[in-house]
Nanobody, 119 residues
Framework: QVRLVESGGGLVQTGGSLRLSCAAS????????MGWFCQAPEKEREFVAS????????YYADSVKGRFTISRDNAKNTLYLQMNSLKPEDTAVYYC????????????WGQGTQVIISS
């Protein structure tokens, strides 16, 4: 079982920045993928970014390319999402997720952290 705990959400103005963190513990597996998803009110949860932990390859939704950066700290087993040039439409609950590299779906999720961007 993998436990994920997000932190770093908050209220910022348009154009501001936030850095989200996700601390992972438990049986994380040697080869795995971690990602960030977001869910705005009355919308489906959607993909934001992911990283293949072992080699550092990253993937982004088109809406965040050039503004968000996903990264990880191996020693701390922590995932990050640096969010710059924030827009009101980035307002959502952000979730950290984990899956084994060979799995097709993310099976472990954090509780989420709220991000609110004021205009």
């Amino acid at each position: 079982q993998v436990r994920l705990v997000e932190s770093g959400g908050g209220l910022v103005q348009t154009g501001g920045s936030l850095r989200l963190s996700c601390a992972a513990s438990g049986r994380t597996f040697s080869g795995y993928v971690m990602g960030w998803f977001c869910q705005a009110p009355e919308k489906e949860r959607e993909f934001v970014a992911s990283i293949i932990w072992s080699i550092g390859n990253t993937y982004y939704a088109d809406s965040v390319k050039g503004r968000f950066t996903i990264s990880r700290d191996n020693a701390k087993n922590t995932l990050y999402l640096q969010m710059n040039s924030l827009k009101p439409e980035d307002t959502a609950v952000y979730y950290c997720a984990h899956r084994a590299q060979e799995a097709s779906n993310f099976g472990s999720w954090g509780q989420g952290t709220q991000v609110i961007i004021s205009s």
